[in-house]
């Protein structure tokens, strides 16, 4: 019985001793681990540099990325919403020049290409027949000369004179004086090459000296017009670079030139009317479609780096790898800006590796830092 008592008492103790040990290997353990990690987030140094120190694995949980900081040229970029019109200079309206009726049209269809020279309608008018047979007259006199003392050269070069302001071409006088005989249906052709805009009568109307009939635009330059703040108009000088990019043709782009500022503005209003020209060789363009016109101004050779460095707060920073694990937060000024990129006009150097992500994680646990001032809270994963 006896025996039995010291060998309870001896496993007793064999068991207290295994619970002792365990207990101080996982305390030594967790000494070990919060002192890789105190080591690891390093607190700002004696000079006041706010300094953050990472391991391998906490720069792969930060997803921290580097890049450099480079001197290049750079400008900046504005962009305007603008809309494709027609160049009012040149639009061509053709009128009808004497009263008659429209028998026939030749053109009909907006959006129809039209030549130079090509027939667009003809006519039935009384009054040209009236002036075409005053030609004719003419020429008969000439032929059968009488003792009135009048030179049938001028009268003939004057009846000419008149149909041909009329309209008709040289070619269609020629006809009538071959002939001898007074159209009763003229053709009329069209003076310029372009695209109908516009068609307000249709066949069989009585039209009168005046009445507008054919619009017809040439598009191989057209309008971008687009509206802009006053205090915008300034970037329209210096030579600056405009380009233009369309919705319905991405990826092209087309250089573009300011021709009308609009002198005056509306009561009341901070918005001025711009319109800038683009060739249109190929007629791709087309009035309505919706244009991005890109200004690029204030180019220069400088300092920058990528926008997504940048840490807003009470102060603008951005945090620079000094060493391995080592980063420094820097108090930076910025000059102009892009899309992408950046002035620096102080606060860094080039060659420095600035983080162009993970830049708010590492602002975050710096203000954690500062906040709590717990040693045990410095060693906390991000």
Same mark, same amino acid.
């Given at each position: 019985?006896?025996?039995?008592?010291?060998?309870?008492?001896?496993?007793?103790?064999?068991?207290?001793?295994?619970?002792?040990?365990?207990?101080?290997?996982?305390?030594?353990?967790?000494?070990?681990?919060?002192? +890789? *990690?105190?080591?690891? *987030?390093?607190?700002?140094?004696?000079?006041?540099?706010?300094?953050?120190?990472?391991?391998?694995?906490? /720069?792969?949980?930060?997803?921290?990325?580097?890049d450099t900081v480079r001197t290049k040229s750079?400008?900046?970029?504005?962009?305007?919403?603008?809309?494709?019109?027609?160049?009012?200079?040149?639009?061509?309206?053709?009128?009808?020049?004497?009263?008659?009726?429209?028998?026939?049209?030749?053109?009909?269809?907006? @959006?129809? $290409?039209?030549?130079?020279?090509? %027939?667009?309608?003809?006519?039935?008018?009384?009054?040209?027949?009236?002036?075409?047979?005053?030609?004719?007259?003419?020429?008969?006199?000439?032929?059968?000369?009488?003792?009135?003392?009048?030179?049938?050269?001028?009268?003939?070069?004057?009846?000419?004179?008149?149909?041909?302001?009329?309209?008709?071409?040289?070619? @269609?006088?020629?006809?009538?004086?071959?002939?001898?005989?007074?159209?009763?249906?003229?053709?009329?052709?069209?003076?310029?090459?372009?695209?109908?805009?516009?068609?307000?009568?249709?066949?069989? @109307? $009585?039209?009168?000296?005046?009445?507008?009939?054919?619009?017809?635009?040439?598009?191989?330059?057209?309008?971008?017009?687009?509206?802009?703040?006053?205090?915008?108009?300034?970037?329209?000088?210096?030579?600056?670079?405009?380009?233009?990019?369309?919705?319905?043709?991405?990826?092209?782009?087309?250089?573009?030139?300011?021709?009308?500022?609009?002198?005056?503005? +509306?009561?009341?209003?901070?918005?001025?009317?711009?319109?800038? @020209?683009?060739?249109?060789?190929?007629?791709?363009?087309?009035?309505?479609?919706?244009? $991005?016109?890109?200004?690029?101004?204030?180019?220069?050779?400088?300092?920058?780096? %990528?926008?997504?460095?940048?840490?807003?707060?009470?102060?603008?920073?951005?945090?620079?790898?000094?060493?391995?694990?080592?980063?420094?937060?820097?108090?930076?000024?910025?000059?102009?800006?892009?899309?992408? /990129?950046? +002035?620096?006009?102080?606060?860094?150097?080039?060659? /420095?590796?600035?983080?162009?992500?993970?830049? $708010?994680?590492?602002?975050?646990?710096?203000?954690?830092?500062?906040?709590?001032?717990?040693?045990?809270?410095?060693?906390?994963?991000?």
């Amino acid at each position: 019985m006896k025996r039995n008592n010291i060998i309870i008492i001896a496993i007793g103790v064999m068991v207290l001793w295994g619970i002792f040990l365990t207990a101080a290997c996982t305390n030594d353990k967790k000494v070990a681990e919060q002192e +890789e *990690h105190t080591e690891a *987030h390093a607190a700002p140094d004696s000079s006041g540099k706010e300094i953050l120190s990472l391991t391998d694995q906490d /720069e792969r949980h930060a997803n921290i990325r580097i890049d450099t900081v480079r001197t290049k040229s750079m400008a900046e970029f504005s962009t305007v919403l603008g809309t494709a019109n027609f160049d009012q200079r040149k639009l061509t309206v053709i009128t009808s020049r004497i009263r008659g009726r429209l028998d026939k049209l030749f053109v009909r269809n907006p @959006q129809q $290409y039209v030549r130079e020279g090509e %027939p667009i309608y003809a006519i039935y008018s009384e009054e040209l027949i009236a002036y075409e047979n005053e030609l004719l007259t003419a020429i008969q006199m000439k032929a059968n000369p009488s003792d009135l003392k009048v030179s049938f050269d001028q009268l003939i070069e004057a009846a000419r004179k008149k149909l041909f302001l009329l309209g008709l071409t040289n070619f @269609q006088i020629e006809q009538i004086e071959k002939s001898g005989v007074a159209s009763a249906l003229v053709t009329f052709y069209s003076p310029v090459s372009g695209t109908l805009t516009d068609l307000p009568v249709s066949e069989g @109307q $009585y039209v009168e000296e005046g009445t507008a009939m054919f619009s017809i635009a040439d598009m191989s330059r057209l309008w971008i017009e687009a509206q802009m703040y006053v205090n915008e108009l300034k970037w329209l000088d210096g030579g600056a670079a405009i380009q233009a990019e369309f919705d319905a043709l991405p990826g092209e782009i087309f250089t573009v030139v300011p021709v009308f500022d609009n002198p005056s503005l +509306e009561a009341d209003s901070k918005i001025s009317l711009v319109r800038f @020209q683009v060739e249109n060789p190929t007629n791709k363009l087309r009035p309505g479609m919706m244009a $991005y016109i890109s200004i690029k101004r204030n180019e220069k050779k400088t300092m920058v780096i %990528p926008k997504s460095s940048i840490v807003v707060g009470e102060m603008i920073s951005a945090w620079v790898k000094t060493a391995k694990g080592t980063y420094e937060n820097r108090m930076i000024q910025l000059g102009i800006q892009n899309k992408k /990129e950046v +002035e620096v006009l102080s606060g860094l150097k080039e060659g /420095e590796l600035i983080v162009t992500n993970g830049a $708010y994680l590492l602002n975050s646990e710096l203000i954690l830092k500062k906040g709590t001032g717990m040693p045990g809270m410095e060693g906390m994963d991000m």
